[in-house]
């Protein structure tokens, strides 16, 4: 795989031809930037940026402006290869809060990543409707630690408007959820995104999360997609890698609330 050519068509299909990912969701691109505008419980921020040291500052007030005027809190999606290359610093004298690092990866859709098979006494479950959101969102929270009523908000109104644009699913031991993801696909891109990949902390190094990355990978090859992309944490950085994801830059999310 050629790292840059891979980086550039990322850029290119999900950054700067970015699409709604959801009802009522637009993309817009004025000001050097391409920026996501949902309601309160979407997603709103700034995917991409072409700046430099001579605009930057007015560019990041404008998007502040726009935002506050909408009374959306927002993200700022900076890319570790993103210009200026103090674009985290301006981001932070602006009023912004950095988020933990994280490291894009992408991979190939290969044997290697669809040979992960689930353990023993463990099986899943499709979250196609509200029932089975609410397992994925309770898994979210007790494995993050973190509300999830945006989560569960976001995946009901994407599986009513548009179903074939996300895929979720449940891990059960029994009949205890354990584990839980989604992937966001994209029509006419070459990426499938994984997401929200999170195991309760009782059931965590069993191959729960591997066998999850898999069958996500089962269904995008399915539906053509050639790679898989992921913002991996510390945690699933080294098991992504053992199943040939590759880094290719860093993502922070830099969050303004007005």
Known sequence: MDHASVLALHDRELREGARPDGPGAR???VGGVVRHVADAHGWNGVLWSDLDEANADAVIAEQIAYF???GHDFEWKLYGHDLPTDLGQRLTAAGFTSEPQETLMVGEITERILDAQLPDGIRLL????RAGIDLVADVHEKAFGTDSSRLRARLLDQLAA???TVVAVVALAGDEPVSAARMELVAGTSFAGLWGGGTV???RGRGIYRALVAHRARIAADR???YLQV???DQSRPILERLGLTPLTTTTPYVYEP
């Open 162 to 164: 548009d179903p074939d």
């Open 231 to 233: 913002d991996a944490s």
């Open 224 to 226: 053509g997609y050639r």
């Open 68 to 70: 506050t005027a909408l």
């Open 201 to 203: 902390e009782a059931w």
């Open 126 to 129: 499709p979250a196609t409707d």
């Open 27 to 29: 993309v817009e691109r």
